[in-house]
């Protein structure tokens, strides 16, 4: 990569930098808390989301949703099933379609969002595992689900977005018992390319885990820093 | 998406076409039939090729790969086990890096790559459902596998994909009877968004169906209009 695309690249996260920082503040004020949630595509983002904001509300938490696609609002409409506020965020605009959000794209979102109705802001991102990593977008947490029928080489061959996430949920592992993945080598290429990073274990199809990774969307809503 | 933006996307595609063009002058030179093979991450590919590419020299086709990913080389390792000529092409640059690859990319590879010692050329797209399928390489043929992991809806998720690639391989069978997964509903959607195109069923694993693949990869080297 010469030397003028990388300063192009630079000034367009520069820019995108700046935007989230103004989503940001406008999340604090609203008192909202926001997850970047990102996978390759069919991992089970949405799956999961359905199994864990259902019973969010009875632990005093308000979710709602800005689902990100390239077209469409398959899984706007599955999540808007369950009563939680869904805003939909197409990135197809005459181009074949961002791979990703963007700050702005969410800015852009941000008056069809009713945040003073919620508590927490699960954005679900475009399923890509390289450019969602690379631009921010004002979130408090970035969160990505790896699929088990993905491969154990993936924290190595996509190191930014592991790297990126303070949470990794391994879905499917209602699978492993028909797969070749092994578990200890995917834990150990994560560990090296993320050395700590938390994860949890799930599957969106039996409810394993999902009581954890509801849990700890009710941790995230509570941390400090809100102004509200 | 703004004028200014669509004019700038549009430039960047039409100079991205011209170099595609020449790379598909020096391939026609050389005589040789080019795939550019795309999927999400963890579709497949890789362990697709390994089933497919061996035995291909038996029918008199020499392959050769050109690998793209955003880091490491871990399928350029894998794939050079066969004894087929492997070229790795990263596509990190001090950015987070690129997530797919480009004519021009490609065209960067050309000279590590051994065009008079092979007939067919398979080029390992970077994992990615939307952008891959943005940006032509000068490949003859674009083909995709997508898993069934992976959900019914995503042609309808990822029409542009589904809709440039004249051979959809759709692959991990051998899981279909422990998913949701309904074939006919995919297919349906497949239909939708690309009617008439053809499909293969694949199971890298059990190796079903691999032989149909690689009777078509050997069709596609024996296409006329080649040079030599």
Known sequence: MHKTKVRVVEDVLDANNTIARANREDFD???????????APGAGKTSLLERALDGLAQQGVRP????????GSFDADRLSLLHVPVTQLNT?????????LDANMVRSALPSLPLDEIDLLII?????LVCPAEFRVGADVRMMVASVTEGEEKPLKYPLM??????????????????DF???????????????????LTSARTGDGVEALRDRLVAIAARAGAAA
């Open 29 to 39: 004020r609203a008192g909202v808390k926001v997850v970047n949630l990102m996978s």
């Open 182 to 200: 092994d578990l200890d080598r995917f834990l150990a290429n994560l560990e090296q390319v993320h050395p700590g990073v938390e994860y949890l």
């Open 124 to 128: 679900e991102n475009v399923g890509n």
């Open 64 to 71: 709602g949703v800005l689902e990100g696609d390239v077209q």
């Open 162 to 179: 592991f790297r990126a996430c303070e949470l990794v949920v391994i879905n499917k592992i209602d699978l492993l018992e028909h797969l």
């Open 92 to 100: 197809d605009g005459g181009f074949g379609g961002e791979c990703h």
